[in-house]
């Protein structure tokens, strides 16, 4: 009997040991993805949000004025780099399409030649989120040949939800592109307490979830923005663990395309 208690503590010391060593088994810190969009066109708030002391996931643009240095120094200062890929939204919104945007009336090669040169003009990118995108991302043909191109490039995708009823989750899943979803906008009222509210929806999503994605922009938030996190940071130091999109998916492997 007393070896056999002997043993049963060897055992647990051992165990955790392993998990000292290893990390795993151990309750860990919720973790945080914010995603960043429209760099690439020098806007407002750029660079405080890029001098932010955490890793972000920072979607620029392709075909913009200032798109190679931005992406350039996203990555240079630790940040993740996706493509932002304008796609068709609603009626309406057509005069807020960047360069080399996607939309339903593209023939099937068309679309993946425009994913393509949108990957090759932003250095350092790992992966695509769209820009708008509402229409372009419910049409299941469309999608089928944007995420083609993201697979073909060994590549994630960032599905912003722009749409409730994008078919991006389950196009990616029958091509085995790994994607991920966002969860909250953070400003779409570009004001600090708003932002602030919207930063506290991701702690209540933390309740009872092991992860947040969480979207802001540069441009006429941009300011606003920087100022929200910069407070918010500060105060969850140690609660949340601040990470790139990429490490929420352990299994996603990219081909580097950098300059």
């Not at 593209?106 to 003009?121: L, P």
């Not at 922009?217 to 996190?229: F, I, Q, S, Y």
């Amino acid at each position: 009997m007393k070896r056999v208690v002997v043993l049963c503590v060897m055992l647990m010391v051992f165990y955790i040991w392993v998990i000292e060593i290893t990390g795993e088994e151990v309750e860990g810190t919720k973790k945080v993805a914010i995603i960043i969009d429209d760099l690439g066109h020098g806007l407002e708030g750029t660079e405080e949000i890029l001098s932010l002391n955490i890793p972000l996931t920072v979607a620029v643009m392709p075909f913009g004025p200032n798109t190679q240095e931005e992406a350039i120094m996203a990555y240079e200062n630790g940040h993740e780099v996706i493509v932002h890929l304008s796609m068709e939204g609603r009626p309406g919104t057509s005069r807020q399409l960047g360069e080399g945007a996607i939309t339903t009336q593209m023939g099937n090669d068309e679309i993946k030649q425009r994913v393509q040169e949108a990957i090759d003009d932003v250095p350092y990118a790992v992966g695509i989120n769209n820009h708008m995108g509402s229409v372009a991302t419910e049409d299941e043909r469309v999608m089928q040949q944007v995420l083609s191109a993201v697979q073909e490039r060994g590549m994630m995708y960032v599905d912003s939800k722009s749409n409730y009823f994008s078919v991006a989750p389950d196009v990616a899943e029958e091509l085995g592109v790994p994607i991920v979803e966002n969860h909250i906008f953070l400003d779409d009222v570009a004001n600090v307490r708003h932002i602030r509210s919207q930063c506290q929806a991701i702690k209540q999503r933390l309740e009872e979830n092991e992860e947040c994605v969480a979207i802001g922009h540069v441009g006429r938030p941009g300011k606003e923005t920087a100022t929200a996190l910069k407070q918010w940071i500060e105060e969850v130091d140690g609660d949340v663990e601040f990470v790139t999109v990429s490490e929420l998916v352990p299994e996603f492997r990219w081909i580097h395309h950098g300059l």
